[in-house]
């Protein structure tokens, strides 16, 4: 084990609101060993910067962890060669030309139909009504699982997201996130065939055509899922909830002043959708004075990154005019997520200017409360518009 100072924390009050926490970890202890978490947290955003690429050290590969044991060892889990190669082959489906060129058509059409749905309800959840059916629709494409229902796609995400946190071992929560596993296999199995023979550029038919072993597309697939739905659809409501609580900065994307796509970098900043990396210590190695052991669980805390004072002015503001630049939202290293076009897209260029295309008056009937730190967003945004 590390011998990083030890910094207590309320696990209640961490998945409430982990910002307290972090901005004093980052003063006192910016290394520090979090019991409840069993794991050594870095929480300053030029060390976490510098150490995720040091994958001797801080590697991926965690054959003993949550989300290799639940999910199959996945690209995320690997390291070096082993993982460009898959990089490699996936990069048909995610790259910026299929995005694109392919996707964004997509994700258009199946956006217009949500916003055409809940149009004349006047009223709604804006998390279940419109982000989680956004964000799942684009999934489906995606992955190639056409075949499976949107609620099915963000009910298992967010079951294998729950398993892959399970820390405190709940028979419960693992036993749902193997329901969840399982109904994606069917879902897969369903799609060999079609995409066999007539294959697509989705997530399935192109990691076939590579030649990839089917347990190692099942657990991509599900990696997929698993980051792919929560963070666009917790960006979008989330980013939509934020503007409504800030007119004037809504106001300046309303008027072309500043784009939506730095709408969505700063509230990705700002609330860090995908708050939290861990790894595995493969070597001792010693930072800041703090010597780390093989086999020690270490999180990079990008939610704390991002709200580094050093780095941000005001950092807990949401400021739409601010330079992300040094932002870390979507990682930094060889890990940065492979998806992050495809969700600039979704997010950017689709959700949220049609959302506020079509919705001209809107506001918020409720209080937006948020939740988690590995994974964080709004718990429901509760609105009502004009029927158009």
Known sequence: MSNAPTYHIDLAAFWSDPYDDLARM??????????????????????????????????????????????????????????????????????????????????????????????????????????????????????????????????????????????????????NCNDCTASIDRHIDERIAPLTAHPDLSLLAVSMKAGMPMPQIRANIKLAISGGQNEPRDAISGAIATLLEHPDQLQMALNGDVSWLAVFEEYARWMSPIGMSPRRIAKQDTIEGVTFEPEDRAFLMFGSANRDEAIFKHPERFDITRDNGPAISFGAGPHFCAGAWASRSLIAEVALPMFFERFKNIELTAPVTYGGWAFRGPLAVHAKWLVQ
């Open 26 to 175: 980052r003063k006192e202890v910016p290394i520090a060993y979090v019991p409840e978490l069993d794991a050594t947290l870095l929480t300053r955003r030029d060390e976490i910067f510098r150490q995720e690429k040091r994958i001797d050290v801080f590697s991926s590969l965690q054959p003993g962890g949550l989300m290799s044991k639940l999910m199959g060892e996945n690209m995320m889990r690997k390291d070096g060669d082993a993982h460009m190669a898959e990089r490699k082959a996936i990069f048909p489906t995610v790259s910026p030309r299929t995005v694109r060129d392919v996707w964004k058509a997509q994700f258009e059409e199946a956006t217009r139909g949500v916003l055409d749905e809940i149009s004349a309800k006047g009223q709604g959840d804006l998390v279940r009504d419109f982000a989680m059916p956004v964000s799942a629709h684009a999934l489906r494409s995606i992955t190639g699982l056409t075949n499976m229902h949107f609620a099915e796609m963000d009910r298992v995400s967010q079951g294998m997201i729950d398993g892959c946190s399970n820390f405190a071992g709940v028979p419960a929560v693992e036993a």
